[in-house]
């Protein structure tokens, strides 16, 4: 089974600190994805990276960035956490370039005070 | 472009009685079709997709879904609703060159006993 893991399930942190959210994956996936959760607005696609050091913006990428060292890792960097980053992150993976179901880790809750 | 609607923000059904959740897409070319359900504090699952072929597709958990290219729908379907299957649903969409899913808003799925 493919297993995404994440690094905190809960997260509370203060406007203006810079704030890392990592995603592991064990499924030597190629692709690996962050989106937002937020209640009547589904999931919204933040950044996504095809390989080690490439990535690509989503829907919505503003007062984010993302780094990808190796392949199994993706770190999410918010640089100055705002109140309206206050949301559920959630880290996905998936095979190849053809489009493949995503596997999804547990998430993470981040409150920002 | 890509895109996915979910017309209902809550569908509710008796225990035993036929469930349906509604989902519409439009995409250019072929579409790549997925249905994640999502129970309280967990990241999505997978539940089935539609890629080719059989226009009924099977899925985890007695759900199955039909894709209709006319009515560019891809309905989630049960015959039989458990009290278990009571969760957020969401309908996502891919297409060829992109290796992202666009997701639906999510339809809160109630099952009573």
């Known amino acids: 089974d493919v297993k995404v893991t994440q690094s905190s399930r809960y997260l509370v942190k203060r406007t203006g600190e810079k704030v890392f959210l990592e995603c592991v994956q064990d499924?030597?996936?190629?692709?690996m994805f962050w989106y937002r959760q937020d209640p009547g607005l589904g999931l919204r696609l933040i950044y996504f990276?095809?390989?080690?050091?490439?990535?690509e913006k989503g829907d919505i990428p503003e007062g984010y960035s993302v780094s990808r060292e190796k392949k199994e890792r993706f770190s999410l960097i918010l640089e100055s956490a705002s109140t309206n980053q206050t949301s559920m992150y959630l880290c996905?993976?998936?095979?190849?370039?053809?489009?493949?179901?995503?596997?999804f880790g547990p998430g993470t809750r981040l409150t920002v005070t | 472009a890509q895109s996915v609607a979910q017309p209902e923000d809550q569908v509710n059904v008796a225990e035993g009685n036929p469930l349906t959740v509604k989902c519409t897409y439009s995409?250019?070319?072929?579409?790549?079709l997925f249905w994640y359900v999502q129970y309280p504090n967990r990241g999505l699952q997978f539940l089935l997709k539609?890629?080719?072929?059989?226009?009924l597709v099977k899925g985890s958990y007695g759900f199955e879904a039909e894709f209709n290219k006319s009515q560019t729908s891809f309905h989630l379907k049960k015959p039989s609703a458990l009290v278990s299957d009571s969760a957020l649903y969401f309908c996502?969409?891919?297409?060829?060159?992109?290796?992202?899913?666009?997701f639906g808003s999510g339809t809160r799925l109630q099952v009573q006993p």
């Open positions: 995409v250019s070319g072929n579409p790549y």
């Open positions: 996502a969409v891919g297409s060829t060159g992109r290796r992202a899913l666009t």
């Open positions: 996905a993976s998936s095979l190849g370039q053809i489009v493949y179901e995503q596997y």
């Open positions: 539609y890629i080719t072929g059989d226009n």
């Open positions: 499924m030597d996936h190629e692709n």
């Open positions: 990276s095809y390989d080690v050091k490439m990535k």
